[in-house]
């Protein structure tokens, strides 16, 4: 009797979990600007991840992923499992970071689905509805959707559209409102029932197993971090702890190193650690460890010179650094702990993976790039496929197979043996060198073709599927030699804004009728008050004067710990300056100042647009 009740129990607990499974929870994080070496896992000694290394070590690592050049083009291709190029990306900013409106998403796929889905951190795919995360199958959103952002501490944020202050570090207050989205999503579909031996918690440390059942709607949360992108800047314990540190490994061209860079970058590196150990702990802590799904990986090579296994290539580089990534994958019911896989891998094919392992009844509209890698997951000795996997940015083509790469050049190297490329083997294997050459000659007529010569998109405000718009400076073009504060427009404002005839414009469609009240984003010192400013789109016009007074210092370069590229930003006064009647269509939406008393108008940074009526 005793035996009859251990195994209907043992049968109990096997079909329970294996219901549980069916619709696992999912935990994504994304890294930026993250380097393969910059991880102590991929043999680093210079920093310490162990809670990033452990779950490859509970998990599954991959030897040879490859992701994009850039930031964009590898969001956009985890988001769809299609080749960015496919998708309209072809640019990091300005609108060339749009992902076209046709493309569905894996959050479109995993609501469908019945699951809830959140997105915390860089979006970089789009800003205005519906190319907002919102717009593109995530409830929940907090962070920016620019490619990078100009202060990591307090910044100025948005939530669900509506612009917010962010809270400390920004990957902190990210992780943060991931936590509680995840908690909630627990708390609130679940009664707790624990069916196996409780973990340890600690950091790092090897997992027992864990699981809660009844979890009535599973989630899928991404983490999208946005460090170590520039500006460099950490929070003092992480800082303190490099800044003298003595560092053994270097890049294979040491003399190019910028050592404030680097040291910074590592110790953003060990941040981005700690707060992945947060996200762990808290699966453990709500007992869902077993039935979710962890996977990290970055979005190019390293933002800098520094140690990445002596591969050739940083960030913006196809050769062998500048695209491949780590890619850590956990998930009990299906991983054995500490496997490997060799097969080479695409960032396109986690989204068709994904809707395999969760049994997501996906209506794929449009033909993916990326094919599914479950039968390594289940047996990660599979013998290995000789796929070629096409690398690209800006005009760049690289083509990799299982053992060779072909290079931008088409010269081909053997990535068995020549990690670097450092030794041209074409003429030794003329009939693999061909096969490469005419796979990017392919591609650059099949793929690359599908590139508008020139984007006619224009920027989508009014939607009605959101209450809020926002028209940054970033988007607009501005004459009569207004400037803008950086070449590097993501984060920008416009500034020397002193003669009546300069205009601010920007090349939008309104998606529908309506009443939007205007909030403007601005600093004007005092002495400079008392503008009269028309913001105009087709026939509407509302006329404003900038009266109220609010400078503002640059903010950032007191936290940086590396001289800056960008611009530094401010804290920028926002203001209701009335109401504006919208008519549907492509207009010119356009501000321009017919009374400047002062010196300038102002320095601008942003228009956010709130439904009315």
Known sequence: ???????????????????????????????????????????????????????????????????????????????????????????????????????????????AAGYRTAAYGKWHNGMQFPYHPNGRGFDEFYGFCSGHWGNYFDPMLEHNGNIVKGRGFCIDDFTNHGLEFIEKSVRSTTSTTSTTSASSGQAGAPRQARG???????????????????????????????????????????????????RCALAMCENIDWNVGRVLKKLDDLEIADNTIVIYFSDNGPNGYRWNGDMRGRKGSTDEGGVRSPLEIRYPALIKPGSQIRQITSVTDL??????????????????????????????????????????????????????????????????NDFGQRIDISKKFPDVHKRLVAAANKFRTDVYSELPKRDMRPFVIAHPGHIYTQIPARDAKGSGGIKRSSIHPNCSYFTNWTKPEQTICWNVEVAANGVYEVELFYTCPEKDLGSTVELECGESKLKFKVTEEHDSPFIGAKQDRFKRIESYVKDWKRVTVGALKLREGKQILKLQASDIP????????????????
């Open 351 to 416: 989204l068709p993976t994904l809707i395999e392992i969760c049994a997501v009844d996906a209506k794929i509209k449009l033909p993916l790039d990326g094919i599914s890698f479950v039968p390594w997951l289940k047996n990660p000795d599979a013998a290995c496929t000789d796929r070629l996997i096409v690398n690209n940015w800006r005009r760049q083509v690289s083509v990799r197979s299982q053992r060779y790469r072909l290079d931008n050049k088409k010269k081909l190297y053997d990535m068995q």
């Open 598 to 613: 002062g010196y300038q108008v102002m320095d601008f940074r942003l228009i956010l647009l709130k439904k009315m009526k």
């Open 212 to 262: 809660r059942q009844g979890q009535a709607k599973p989630f899928l949360c991404y983490f999208a971090y946005n460090t170590p992108h520039s500006p460099m800047q950490v929070p003092d314990k992480y800082w303190d702890k490099f800044k003298e540190k003595k560092l053994n490994l270097h890049n294979r061209d040491p003399k190019r190193e910028k050592d404030q860079h680097l």
């Open 1 to 111: 009797m005793k035996k009859l009740t251990l195994a209907v129990v043992a049968a109990l607990f096997i079909c329970t979990f294996t219901v549980a499974a069916k619709h696992p929870n999912i935990v994504v994080f994304l890294s930026d600007d993250q380097g393969w070496g910059d991880l102590s896992g991929s043999g680093n000694t210079n920093l310490s991840t162990p809670n990033i290394d452990s779950i490859a070590r509970d998990g599954v690592k991959f030897e040879s992923f490859y992701v994009c050049a850039v930031c964009s083009p590898t969001r956009a291709e985890f988001l769809t499992g299609r080749h960015h190029a496919r998708g309209g990306v072809y640019s990091t900013s300005a609108g060339g970071e749009r992902l076209d409106l046709d493309e569905t998403t894996i959050a479109d796929y995993f609501k």
